[in-house]
Protein backbone atom coordinates (compact mmCIF):
# COMPACT_ATOMS: atom_id res chain seq x y z
CA UNK A 1 0.00 0.00 0.00
CA UNK A 2 1.22 3.38 -0.70
CA UNK A 3 0.72 6.55 1.02
CA UNK A 4 1.56 9.82 0.05
CA UNK A 5 2.29 11.89 3.28
CA UNK A 6 1.90 15.74 2.85
CA UNK A 7 3.69 18.25 5.03
CA UNK A 8 4.06 21.88 5.20
CA UNK A 9 0.90 23.48 5.49
CA UNK A 10 0.00 26.22 8.00
CA UNK A 11 -1.08 29.93 8.33
CA UNK A 12 0.65 32.73 6.36
CA UNK A 13 -0.51 36.17 5.58
CA UNK A 14 -1.32 37.37 2.02
CA UNK A 15 1.83 37.70 -0.12
CA UNK A 16 3.54 35.35 1.79
CA UNK A 17 5.23 31.83 0.65
CA UNK A 18 4.86 28.54 1.99
CA UNK A 19 6.53 25.27 0.90
CA UNK A 20 4.19 21.77 0.67
CA UNK A 21 5.95 18.11 0.78
CA UNK A 22 4.51 15.14 -0.68
CA UNK A 23 6.43 11.82 0.24
CA UNK A 24 5.13 8.86 -1.12
CA UNK A 25 6.16 5.96 1.22
CA UNK A 26 5.13 2.39 1.24
CA UNK A 27 5.47 0.18 -1.51
CA UNK A 28 6.93 2.51 -3.65
CA UNK A 29 8.44 1.04 -6.68
CA UNK A 30 8.50 4.12 -9.57
CA UNK A 31 6.29 7.30 -9.67
CA UNK A 32 4.86 8.27 -13.20
CA UNK A 33 3.73 11.57 -12.06
CA UNK A 34 2.54 13.61 -8.83
CA UNK A 35 -0.34 16.52 -8.66
CA UNK A 36 -1.79 18.55 -6.25
CA UNK A 37 -5.43 19.75 -5.61
CA UNK A 38 -7.13 21.95 -3.00
CA UNK A 39 -10.36 21.87 -1.42
CA UNK A 40 -11.31 25.35 -0.08
CA UNK A 41 -14.49 25.48 2.41
CA UNK A 42 -18.26 24.77 0.74
CA UNK A 43 -16.54 24.17 -2.39
CA UNK A 44 -15.21 21.30 -4.79
CA UNK A 45 -11.72 19.63 -5.04
CA UNK A 46 -10.42 21.49 -8.07
CA UNK A 47 -6.75 20.66 -9.96
CA UNK A 48 -3.44 22.93 -9.02
CA UNK A 49 -0.50 21.38 -10.55
CA UNK A 50 0.46 18.28 -11.67
CA UNK A 51 4.27 17.17 -12.77
CA UNK A 52 5.97 13.77 -14.79
CA UNK A 53 8.27 12.32 -12.69
CA UNK A 54 10.83 13.07 -14.92
CA UNK A 55 10.03 16.58 -14.40
CA UNK A 56 9.79 17.66 -18.64
CA UNK A 57 5.47 17.93 -18.23
CA UNK A 58 4.53 20.77 -16.14
CA UNK A 59 0.59 21.81 -15.76
CA UNK A 60 -0.56 24.11 -13.93
CA UNK A 61 -4.28 25.56 -13.11
CA UNK A 62 -4.84 29.30 -14.42
CA UNK A 63 -5.21 30.85 -10.41
CA UNK A 64 -1.68 29.67 -9.57
CA UNK A 65 0.41 30.23 -12.61
CA UNK A 66 3.02 32.51 -12.06
CA UNK A 67 2.95 32.27 -8.36
CA UNK A 68 3.13 28.17 -7.83
CA UNK A 69 5.80 25.48 -9.17
CA UNK A 70 5.28 22.43 -8.63
CA UNK A 71 8.70 19.85 -8.57
CA UNK A 72 9.48 15.85 -8.13
CA UNK A 73 13.03 14.55 -6.78
CA UNK A 74 13.32 10.87 -7.76
CA UNK A 75 15.84 10.04 -5.12
CA UNK A 76 13.29 10.79 -2.07
CA UNK A 77 10.42 9.87 -4.21
CA UNK A 78 9.28 12.98 -2.57
CA UNK A 79 7.72 16.06 -4.83
CA UNK A 80 6.96 19.80 -4.04
CA UNK A 81 4.83 22.59 -4.15
CA UNK A 82 6.64 26.02 -3.55
CA UNK A 83 3.77 28.57 -3.41
CA UNK A 84 4.19 32.15 -3.48
CA UNK A 85 2.66 35.52 -3.33
CA UNK A 86 -0.38 33.86 -1.28
CA UNK A 87 -3.85 34.93 -1.41
CA UNK A 88 -6.63 34.83 1.13
CA UNK A 89 -8.38 32.71 -1.82
CA UNK A 90 -5.71 30.13 -1.93
CA UNK A 91 -6.59 29.15 1.43
CA UNK A 92 -7.60 24.76 1.55
CA UNK A 93 -7.03 21.51 2.17
CA UNK A 94 -4.33 21.04 -0.27
CA UNK A 95 -4.05 17.11 -1.26
CA UNK A 96 -0.93 15.25 -3.41
CA UNK A 97 -1.44 12.25 -5.24
CA UNK A 98 0.83 9.82 -6.78
CA UNK A 99 0.48 8.04 -9.55
CA UNK A 100 2.25 4.17 -9.63
CA UNK A 101 0.25 1.55 -10.99
CA UNK A 102 -3.04 3.48 -10.10
CA UNK A 103 -3.27 7.00 -8.16
CA UNK A 104 -2.91 7.02 -4.64
CA UNK A 105 -3.87 9.89 -2.65
CA UNK A 106 -2.46 11.63 0.35
CA UNK A 107 -5.04 12.84 3.83
CA UNK A 108 -4.69 16.69 2.66
CA UNK A 109 -2.61 19.48 4.51
CA UNK A 110 -4.39 22.73 5.57
CA UNK A 111 -3.15 25.95 4.26
CA UNK A 112 -4.89 29.22 5.48
CA UNK A 113 -4.11 32.77 4.01
CA UNK A 114 -4.59 35.47 6.19
CA UNK A 115 -5.74 38.43 4.80
Known amino acids: QVQPQESGGGLVQAGGSLMLSCAASGRTTIVYAMAWFRRAPGEDREFVAA????????IYADSVKGRFTISFTHAKNTGYLRMNSLKPEDTAVYYC????????WGQGTQVTVSS
Open 51 to 58: ISSSGSTT
Open 97 to 104: AANLDMWY
